[in-house]
């Protein structure tokens, strides 16, 4: 891309290391071509590497040629039930929920990756939207939205298996497919010996190859209105991002990267499916037993509430086997990078700035001579920013305003109920996502989110949801919901109500020689803890359920009416409201 003007900057692209897949890519890159697609990254890594250990989880550990086996035999029962068309997973930290997404993408299926958290009405409307073919769950997280559908639109990783590996070879002779199988394996699906037919001689019938137009993946982030949003991006735009990938991250074959993560999170689904294209060992396992393995991880993927968890489990013994640590969300508190950088000596650790919609904008890495303070990374590779005023209008260096981003790793748009994008880059390809920031050459300060949203432990909570949430309340007059510091979690959500006088705790007992008090018109419970909790699990997702509750006579507000968060955080600092009992 040709240097912007007006305010934007792009970033320099970076060389990969040039080793076996590594090189025929950069070949590709040089000639012009088009650069692998995601599946097809990982088919060669599994062809280099097939003994390899590919993935360990609570289950065990699946080698590269065993899970490319899965991944085919799920392929072809999907290519049956959701040919071009949608699934939607349920996805767990564990190899099925990797062999399925690994399937689907092969193939041009999209996947909707669903979130754990939300609430039984979102999960009814996102399915609604998204119109998926099939729901894929490993039935371990049940869900009574998914039990109520027809046999025929869900099923699990294994059923998904037995099925492909069935149907998977040419019939001889006009036969039915299923009688090529040997019979172990056609009486004990799914089994250990049906997945071996499916990768053994017998030939096997073609499968569809995924478009690098095809829509890859829909995920969830949350609007400004607290709904879950479904953000489409393509197969083009996750290949160009496993190149810009390749050149920042030092991932190599025989690596072992811990995602301690659940893969329902942007985060650490990318982290595990980039691995995978570089033929190291995925371990989907809590940070305690990965480290507890015989042999430490490379590289750890983290978020700032991992961050601290890994500083408290080390206990000052270092670990010198990790050479990189790829974090996301807001920044680590400080006295975890301290405890991390001694603990974890010869790791270079990369932050960056990102949102799931523009994929990576920027990079700090901790042996990145030359940052300016106050910024939050070197713009990535490919990368352009430009910050704008409200109207629209480019600004200086230096001057704060909205974020807004333009490169080929940008998603599609959202997904609107009647099947159409919306909210995508504009006609000139730059998309923002509201952040304030500041650009400072090649250098970018993200201030924070323009629409007040919580980061807690890397997940969003958006307080106008909660608010409306409490409001709902007989007996809430209004509510707040701010972020508070934590050392551990970054910020945490907290409600701050005001009570109508017939819902508020019980006052003191008055002085004997107060006037009579009025009678109540209507004598209503007092509004207790318990029960603004109850309501919150009725209505609200985990991470948005508030971590503690306070009471207030009145909200701050601004002089133009509305709610003043900075002044109500500095009196919660301050000690100035009363818990709620």
């Known amino acids: 891309m040709g240097e912007p003007g007006g305010g934007a900057a792009v970033g320099t692209d970076r060389a990969a290391a040039a080793t076996g897949t590594d090189r025929a890519s950069a070949a590709a890159d040089a000639a012009g071509a088009l650069s692998p697609l995601l599946a097809e990254r990982f088919a060669a890594r599994a062809a280099e590497r097939p003994d390899a250990v590919a993935v360990r989880?609570?289950?065990?550990?699946?080698?590269?040629?065993?899970?490319?086996?899965?991944?085919?035999?799920?392929?072809?029962?999907?290519?049956?039930?959701?040919?071009?068309?949608?699934?939607?997973?349920?996805?767990?930290?564990?190899?099925?929920?990797?062999?399925?997404?690994?399937?689907?993408?092969?193939?041009?299926?999209?996947?909707?990756?669903?979130?754990?958290?939300?609430?039984?009405?979102?999960?009814?409307?996102?399915?609604?939207?998204?119109?998926?073919?099939?729901?894929?769950?490993?039935?371990?997280?049940?869900?009574?939205?998914?039990?109520?559908?027809?046999?025929?639109?869900?099923?699990?990783?294994?059923?998904?298996?037995?099925?492909?590996?069935?149907?998977?070879?040419?019939?001889?002779?006009?036969?039915?497919?299923?009688?090529?199988?040997?019979?172990?394996?056609?009486?004990d699906a799914p089994s250990a010996a049906l997945l071996a037919a499916a990768a053994g001689d017998v030939p096997r019938a073609a499968l569809p190859a995924a478009a690098r137009e095809d829509e890859l993946l829909i995920g969830l982030t949350s609007g400004t209105s607290g709904e879950p949003k479904l953000f489409v991006r393509d197969q083009a735009s996750w290949a160009t991002t496993l190149d810009r990938s390749d050149g920042a991250f030092d991932v190599r074959p025989g690596d072992r990267v811990a995602i301690p993560g659940p893969l329902d999170h942007s985060h650490f689904f990318y982290g595990?499916?980039?691995?995978?294209?570089?033929?190291?060992?995925?371990?989907?396992?809590?940070?305690?037993?990965?480290?507890?393995?015989?042999?430490?991880?490379?590289?750890?993927?983290?978020?700032?509430?991992?961050?601290?968890?890994?500083?408290?489990?080390?206990?000052?013994?270092?670990?010198?086997?990790?050479?990189e640590v790829v974090s996301s969300a807001s920044a680590w508190p400080a006295r975890a990078r301290e405890r991390l950088a001694r603990l974890l000596p010869s790791a270079t650790v990369h932050h960056f700035y990102g949102a799931s919609e523009l994929s990576f904008v920027a990079l700090d890495s901790s042996g990145d001579?030359?940052?300016?303070?106050?910024?939050?990374?070197?713009?990535?590779?490919?990368?352009?920013?430009?910050?704008?005023?409200?109207?629209?209008?480019?600004?200086?260096?230096?001057?704060?305003?909205?974020?807004?981003?333009?490169?080929?790793?940008?998603?599609?748009?959202?997904?609107?109920?009647?099947?159409?994008?919306?909210?995508?880059?504009?006609?000139d390809g730059w998309a923002t996502v509201g952040d304030l920031g500041t650009l400072r050459g090649e250098w970018v300060a993200i201030a924070g989110r323009a629409s007040d949203t919580i980061i807690c432990g890397g997940l969003k909570v958006e307080p106008g949801a909660v608010e409306r949430a409490l409001a709902?309340?007989?007996?809430?007059?209004?509510?707040?919901?701010?972020?508070?510091?934590?050392?551990?979690?970054?910020?945490?959500?907290?409600?701050?109500?005001?009570?109508?006088?017939?819902?508020?705790?019980?006052?003191?007992?008055?002085?004997?020689?107060?006037?009579?008090?009025?009678?109540?018109?209507?004598?209503?419970?007092?509004?207790?803890?318990?029960?603004?909790?109850?309501?919150?699990?009725?209505?609200?997702?985990?991470?948005?359920?508030?971590?503690?509750?306070?009471?207030?006579?009145?909200?701050?507000?601004?002089?133009?009416?509305?709610?003043?968060?900075?002044?109500l955080v500095a009196r919660l600092v301050a000690g100035e409201a009363r818990e709620l009992t």
């Open 57 to 187: 989880d609570g289950a065990g550990e699946l080698t590269y040629g065993a899970l490319a086996a899965r991944a085919e035999a799920i392929a072809r029962a999907l290519a049956a039930r959701a040919g071009g068309r949608r699934i939607a997973l349920l996805a767990r930290a564990d190899a099925d929920s990797l062999a399925t997404t690994l399937a689907a993408m092969r193939i041009g299926v999209s996947v909707v990756v669903i979130d754990r958290h939300l609430t039984e009405r979102q999960l009814a409307r996102v399915t609604a939207d998204a119109r998926p073919a099939l729901v894929v769950s490993s039935g371990r997280l049940p869900r009574p939205a998914v039990e109520r559908l027809p046999p025929e639109l869900r099923a699990t990783p294994a059923e998904l298996a037995a099925e492909g590996a069935a149907a998977a070879f040419v019939a001889p002779h006009g036969e039915a497919p299923r009688s090529a199988l040997p019979a172990a394996a056609r009486d």
């Open 272 to 323: 595990a499916l980039h691995a995978l294209t570089r033929g190291a060992t995925v371990a989907l396992l809590p940070l305690e037993r990965s480290f507890a393995a015989g042999e430490a991880p490379t590289h750890v993927y983290l978020v700032p509430t991992l961050a601290v968890d890994l500083a408290d489990l080390l206990d000052g013994a270092p670990r010198p086997s990790v050479r």
């Open 472 to 567: 709902q309340l007989p007996g809430v007059a209004d509510a707040a919901c701010v972020g508070l510091p934590d050392e551990r979690l970054g910020a945490i959500p907290v409600a701050v109500l005001v009570l109508d006088g017939a819902a508020a705790p019980a006052a003191a007992t008055p002085p004997a020689d107060a006037p009579p008090a009025a009678a109540p018109a209507a004598a209503a419970p007092p509004l207790t803890r318990a029960a603004v909790r109850a309501h919150a699990r009725t209505m609200l997702p985990q991470p948005s359920r508030p971590r503690a509750l306070f009471v207030v006579d009145a909200l701050p507000r601004t002089r133009r009416g509305k709610l003043d968060r900075p002044a």
């Open 369 to 427: 001579d030359g940052r300016p303070p106050e910024t939050s990374g070197r713009l990535f590779p490919g990368v352009e920013v430009e910050i704008r005023d409200g109207d629209g209008r480019p600004l200086p260096d230096g001057e704060q305003g909205i974020v807004h981003v333009r490169s080929d790793m940008l998603f599609d748009g959202y997904l609107a109920a009647d099947g159409t994008l919306t909210g995508g880059p504009d006609g």
